[in-house]
């Protein structure tokens, strides 16, 4: 009976133990909270990473889960504290691919058993954010020791700071809380010598727009075509008449690149209107009967003429890609030149995508040379694959 009575006290604390070990133990990264689509020749390339950091209940999660999974801004009072860092593999369009990692505000990343260098060295961004509602003291000494730390690592991560849940206050307060902040964290940077530190600082909330904004402009300092998509934009819309074009991630509705006239929020904002009702009135007309097809094709397009004399036209450029044009009435009666133009477009962004395709297997082919030069651990070259 005792030998029972023992055994089941050696089971238990064996299970207790391994429980906490699992639960408890170093920060664990929970891999790929959406699926990797593995028809895309890029879902398995080395994908630069965009890290989502700041204090609890400062929104990190309602960040990722308004733009990357179409949650309504309502639904993320229920979201409950992320305890793990969640990983999400963002591999929606040839150019927009990224890896998203969602710390829990309560980590202690610089605990010695966390390893923060291999962390901040595969970096492209970090995303800091602030919730302009509280009392940000404890968020900006927070920040200043984030960004420190992960200058040491890797000096070329991009910082990028959110000044977040601006919906609560008024136009003036929101400028002033910019500005303090602003002040605030450089003046911290320049006291410990560290004035060669970029921050960028963005107004945002998951009630508007601006959040979506704020993350294309984080976006697309990570897409080296950049200029080239800019450029190509620039000379399509001069040779046509558009006062203003976007391309698009359809699936997020980031831009992932827009011509050089300046960006004002309501253009931006009638796009992504224009992108709803695209998809949704594809997803409930446009799929079989069956349910199957695709809501988005090559076939996608849509006109709609606003009352001010502007048209907006979108048409597919690549399976996650959208061009959305602004055009006046009047120029929008050479549709013929506007439509040969977008074809001449859309072959130079095939292009540049190919040219990036050879770039990124040429890249394996090596890597994977390397890693078969590498003698075996018993000292052995590697056989040849
Ligand atoms: N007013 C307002 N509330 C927001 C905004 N973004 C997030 N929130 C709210 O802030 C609360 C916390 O959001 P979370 O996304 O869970 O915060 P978190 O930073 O991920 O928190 P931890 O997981 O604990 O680190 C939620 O109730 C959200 O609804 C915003 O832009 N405006």
């Not at 089941?8 to 064996?14: A, D, Q, R, S, T």
């Not at 000096?155 to 919906?167: C, G, L, M, R, S």
């Not at 349910?291 to 094709?297: E, K, N, R």
Request: proline residues 4%; aromatic residues 12%.
């Amino acid at each position: 009976m005792c030998d029972f009575i023992y055994l089941f006290i050696y089971l238990l604390v064996g299970w207790l133990v391994g429980w906490l070990i699992l639960e408890k133990g170093s920060p664990q990264v929970e891999r790929s909270c959406r699926v990797l689509d593995f028809n895309d020749p890029f879902s398995t390339e080395v994908k630069p990473r965009i890290l989502l950091m700041g204090l609890r209940r400062s929104g990190k999660s309602s960040i990722q889960k308004v733009v990357f999974h179409k949650m309504s801004p309502n639904e993320t009072l229920f979201l409950e504290s992320t305890n793990k860092i969640c990983r999400e593999d963002v591999s929606n369009s040839s150019f927009v691919n990224f890896q998203i990692w969602d710390f829990p505000g309560q980590i202690d990343f610089f605990d010695p058993t966390f390893d923060y260098e291999m962390i901040f060295r595969g970096t492209g961004a970090l995303i800091f954010v602030i919730d302009s509602q509280d009392d940000y003291m404890e968020a900006l000494a927070r920040l200043h020791l984030t960004v420190t730390r992960a200058y040491k690592v890797n000096p070329d991560i991009n910082f990028e700071i959110f000044i977040h849940k601006v919906d609560g206050l008024s136009d003036d307060h929101k400028i002033e809380t910019q500005r303090d902040i602003h002040q605030r964290a450089n003046d911290d940077l320049a006291d410990a010598g560290l004035e060669k530190i970029h921050l960028s600082f963005y107004l945002t909330s998951i009630y508007d727009h601006s959040i979506f904004e704020a993350f294309s402009k984080v976006v697309q300092k990570l897409i080296p075509q950049l200029p080239t998509l800019e450029n190509l934009l620039n000379i399509f819309i001069s040779n046509s008449g558009i006062e203003k074009a976007f391309l698009f991630d359809v699936v997020s509705k980031i831009y992932i690149a827009t011509d050089s006239t300046p960006v004002d929020m309501q253009t931006y904002e009638l796009c992504c209107d224009m992108i709803d009702v695209v998809i949704d009135i594809s997803c409930i007309y446009g799929l079989k009967d069956d349910g199957t097809g695709t809501p988005y094709d090559k076939e996608s397009m849509a006109i709609i003429k606003l009352n001010n004399t502007t048209v907006l036209y979108l048409k597919e450029v690549t399976k996650f890609l959208a061009l959305v044009c602004f055009v006046r009435e009047e120029s929008f009666e050479r549709k013929g030149l506007i439509d040969y133009n977008f074809h001449c477009f859309r072959k130079a962004i095939q292009e540049v995508f190919e040219v990036r395709m050879k770039v990124v297997r040429s890249r394996k082919h090596q890597s994977h040379l390397q890693k078969n030069k590498r003698p075996t651990p018993n000292g052995t070259p590697r056989m040849p694959l």
